[in-house]
């Protein structure tokens, strides 16, 4: 067994094990984090199949932006494990099959590549990262411009969403100075004249007093 | 000396030899860059107090050793020495982990840093990503941090720190496409290549040749979110001592605390280091006949590593939404259009590019 293979093994073992933390850690943070190693050793992997260029890209969206927001939101959940685990049992059964059908899915993908001759492709000298570079501003432009719509679609669907209007970012908490400078004390203060009341034993003991 | 090596080598592993001779040297390699790493961290921490002292018109330190140089040993002593303290109700794992995702990141960019022609440890194609990909990872270590300790205050110190080290990311990588485009290269030593190249650097004025002066808003854009990505003065709001009290490490102490500042510091270098290999031509001599060579890439560094200090002498600390306007509204708006003209350039028959 040669040095590459090894660390194969040792980056798919963290990983799986990574994975199956994802959904048994107790902790929501923990969870995210346990994500985060596997997208880490999958990054790991991809660069053991000389993939750099996805591999960078994996740590650098996923790892480096897309989980940290997630962590962001994680954290600030307060969260009842008790209520959450509630419904396990009953919606096991669906879950189950949903798991079974993916499962069986995937394996009839591999399967299909096991009984074919194994596709090796020879890796080219050029640097991977020119190569797809070329191939995404040649071949597949259309869709790699398209796919760039989208995504601005998306932002400005978000921005939309939660954008409400008025001066500023923030809408309504934007206040303008120069209404500050102009409020007057009869804005702010009313001052209400009452009847002098007397108050009674009982309430003098307490120390509260009546209006 | 070498085949002394060999021989020895060969005689007790026998052919496992050169693999193991591969790691055992790059072993080596590393080590060789981290010592004198840490070792010009720790007398950092020195010349900014010197040089805060000076710009205050203070002496700064000077008890411990001549002219206080032996200062920042004094202090990593006391660190070493003082308790660690963990509160309760803090998550204990996640408490301790959290100082070695700060710093570990920190340090593995450093594999990919060229120092010159031929001296770096890993010359791999796609460096630029490299440093940008681990270079994103060093914010979970102030996170963490912040949510482990179960302090409100550290909450608050690395909710703010993600937030801006996020939003700075974008600027700082939309800074380098622009570079990259001009080079055609993702790999560090060709970029500092095409900057010894143009009609500047025909006529001996090499450092008008460098990438500063075609991509100058670019430059400014990238120095300023480095400086925001490190958290420094004055966009320290992670740690505002005026508002919440350290920020996120508010309740280390000890070594655990040390590991937060040393993992600040090597970033420091860092991106002083990467402005300089990017923008200001690595280690290529300013004018011709001077040879080149890594002291150029140090001074460079140190030079910026200057402006560090000098802004945190100079500064008042940003109000954090003006931090965020600033990232989004000014510096990202900027580099694209600035993207733009470059690309534009890059089409006309004045490219300098070439």
Redesign the interface.
Known sequence: MD?KTLLFFFLATILIVAALRVITAR?P??AV?FL?LAFFSAAGIWLLLEA??LA??L??VY???VM??F??VV??LDLDFDQLRQGFWRYLPLGALVGFVIVLEMGAVLAHRIFQESIVVPMPEE?N??LLGMLLSTDFVYPFELAAVLLLVAIVAAVALTHRGGKGSSGALVIDPADQIRVEAKDRLRIVKMPITREDATNEQSGEKKP | MEEMIAQFGNQWFGAAWP?LWLVIWTLIKIIAIVAPLLLSVAYLTYAERKVLGYMHSRLGPNRVGPWGLVQPIADGLKLLLKEIICPSWA?RR?YFIAPTLAFAPALAVWAVVPFSDALVLAN???SL??V??????S??GV??AG?ASNSKYA?LGS?RA??Q??SY?IAMGFALVAVLMVSGS?NLTEIVHMQQKGWFAERGLSFLSWNWLPLLPLFVVYFISGVAETNRAPFDVAEGESEIVAGFHIDYSGMAFAIFFLAEYTEMILVAVLTSLIFLGGWDAPFAGLPDSAWWLIGKACLMLFFFLWFRASFPRYRYDHIMRLGWKVFIPLTVVWIFVVGIWMLTPWNIWK
């Open positions: 040095f902790n943070v923990h984090l985060i750099e260029f960078m890209v740590v650098m790892i480096g932006a940290v927001l962590l962001f954290m600030m640097s990262t020119r | 693999s998550n996640l791999i194609d796609a990503l490299y940008l990909a681990i270079g994103s990872m914010v979970y996170v963490l949510w909450f909710m993600a937030a080290i996020v990311e993702l």
